[in-house]
């Protein structure tokens, strides 16, 4: 009678409403949004049922807040005007929205409003980037903003009274990195989870920081382990056991605790937002894509052709010594990888195999048998070497340290790569056949190239200070050579230096004379925003640029998520 009852008991648990014994409902991934132009930072409302969002409209111009009913319904537009509002936010009793609005370049407010629409009230103005969703403290009387204090600073965490509009600081970020980025707290209220930066921002390491009902803090941080993954954005899921992180490679999820992130079947997609009830989650999809194009060099004739396209997006090409090659990253397989084509373009064949660790900046050594990148493979950012042909690639610069934009010395012998290790971001050299690497620049220096005579060395400074400077390579004081150049956006010849002048205008620095020349890129609409953009023949006969050719983004909704 006894393994009867036993056996009654767990057959009408089955049948019992939240305790299921079987699998758990497939996921039902469908379109959210397919509006024209692009929507971004998704948020759910606190019941699950609305999400809120940005969208530049049919014209494509201010993006502006508008709220969608999870079960269908057009979306209702919220906010209006000449300024481009960003990052919604629902308080956790679903009375209000919080959103950043970029008043002037470099100013950004905090406002709040209701989800049904009306005047939105300002609370403060900061300084600091739109790239995050404000969070709501659990009592609901502050948020958790992105601020610079001084304005030099990196932004740091911050907790803003709604009330007063007062300011409190609850982060330091530390002054090489890019600053402490997307609070969010957890579904209990104990915990805010942050992007604590040490170097790039695609780089960051989870942090988390124990706090009472206000906000403040109730202990000191701790560091949540993910081992190479590099967070850009993420959400806690909704019974607060693991955190929904975007990386380079798309979603995945990591113990709260920290340990081995499992990849989620969404490998595109980023701003991860997951409803508190409902087991739903909305992400963002973007459609962006960029090609690399070829134009002709200073003096040079010839035609703008697009050299390296695919559907997916392909950037920082650099030509190999001998101008027969071309190296490349791409995305085409899912993850970033190197590529290698030859000079016009074709057959384009893998270098690197690492499927979802970040790869960048790849370098040719003056042989061409060789290539230096930077990688987070061993979890934080360093420099390694692999041959051009592919094979097992090797770490040069210590773990530890972030390591980034390795560039080769003319002879081969040494490589030239930003660091950290000082405190401050500075050049670097490593020498291959082994020893301590040498400080090259006291007065700050993060992607440096030598010219092709081994005079000097010349180099950029961390974004976005702009411009370009060069230090002998024998050693000595650094001097500047132009006001221009942006980390990222520049590059070194066989003559001279190339850079953006505007974010529209390419120019030419001929080292001979130190006079610049305009250089026409018909067709083309360039673009400062995108990274490793510029690459130079080693005769200067033609100029490699990364070209955005589509950018648009559109909502996802993923169902039986949990």
């Avoid at 993850?335 to 270098?351: H, I, M, N």
């Avoid at 992607?447 to 400077?469: C, H, M, N, Q």
Wanted: aromatic share 8%; charged share 20%; proline share 10%.
């Amino acid at each position: 009678m006894v393994a009867l009852a036993g056996a009654l008991v767990i057959g009408a648990m089955g049948f019992l409403p939240g305790l299921t014994l079987h699998k758990s409902d497939p996921l039902k991934i469908v379109p959210f949004t397919a509006l024209t132009g692009s929507e971004s930072w998704p948020a759910f409302s606190p019941d699950g049922n609305q999400v809120a969002f940005i969208w530049t409209g049919e014209t494509g111009s201010s993006p502006h807040i508008y709220v969608k009913p999870v079960d269908g319904g057009p979306p209702v537009k919220l906010t209006d005007g000449p300024e481009s509002d960003s990052s919604p936010s629902w308080s956790r009793d679903g009375r209000f929205i919080a959103f950043l609005r970029i008043e002037s370049p470099g100013h950004i407010a905090t406002y709040v409003m209701r989800p049904s629409g009306g005047d939105a009230r300002r609370l403060a103005l900061l300084a600091g980037p739109t790239g995050y969703r404000p969070a709501w403290t659990p009592d609901g009387k502050g948020l958790v903003v992105m601020h610079s204090e001084p304005p030099e600073a990196p932004p740091s965490l911050f907790l803003l009274a709604i009330e007063s509009g007062q300011r409190r600081r609850l982060t330091t970020a530390e002054a090489t990195g890019t600053g402490d980025w997307c609070p969010a707290f957890s579904p209990d209220g104990r915990t805010l989870a942050y992007l604590h930066n040490t170097g790039s921002r695609r780089l960051s390491p989870l942090s988390a920081l124990p706090v009472d009902a206000s906000g403040s803090p109730a202990g000191p941080p701790r560091k949540i382990e993910t081992g190479p993954a590099g967070f850009t954005d993420f959400d806690w899921s909704a019974d607060g056991r693991s955190l929904i992180g975007e990386t380079p490679s798309g979603l995945v999820r990591v113990p709260a605790s920290g340990g081995a992130v499992e990849p989620l079947p969404f490998p595109d997609g980023g701003q991860p937002t997951v409803a508190p009830r409902g087991n739903r989650l909305v992400y963002r999809l973007p459609s962006r894509g960029t090609d690399i194009f070829r134009v002709p060099g200073p003096g040079a004739s010839g035609a703008v052709t697009k050299l390296i396209s695919s559907t997916r997006q392909e950037s920082a090409p650099q030509y190999s010594p001998d101008g027969t090659r071309v190296v490349f990253i791409s995305n085409r397989t899912g993850s970033e990888e190197l590529w290698v084509t030859d000079s016009e373009g074709r057959q384009p064949r893998q270098v690197t195999s690492f499927g979802g660790s970040m790869v960048g900046s790849p370098r040719w050594s003056p042989d061409g048998r060789q290539i230096a990148f930077d990688s987070t493979a061993g979890g934080g950012p360093g420099i390694y070497v692999i041959g051009s042909e592919g094979g097992a690639a090797r770490r040069i610069t210590p773990a530890g340290v972030s390591s980034v934009r390795p560039s080769w010395s003319h002879q081969g012998s040494r490589i030239y790569f930003g660091s950290d290790q000082s405190g401050v971001w500075e050049i670097w050299r490593a020498d291959l056949q082994g020893g301590s690497p040498i400080q090259v620049t006291r007065k700050g220096g993060r992607e440096a190239f030598e010219d092709a005579r081994g005079e000097f060395v010349y180099y950029t400074k961390r974004s976005p200070l702009r411009g370009i400077w060069r230090v002998p390579a024998t050693g000595g004081e650094e001097s500047n050579v132009s006001r221009f150049g942006l980390q990222g956006r520049w590059a070194v010849g066989g003559h001279g230096l190339y850079y953006l002048k505007r974010p529209d205008q390419l120019e030419f620095l001929e080292f001979s004379t130190m006079r610049p020349l305009p250089l026409p890129t018909p067709g083309l609409q360039l673009n400062e925003s995108i990274a490793n953009m510029i690459a130079a023949a080693p005769d200067d006969r033609w100029i490699l640029l990364t070209m955005l050719v589509r950018s648009e983004s559109h909502l996802t909704l993923v169902q039986n998520f949990r």
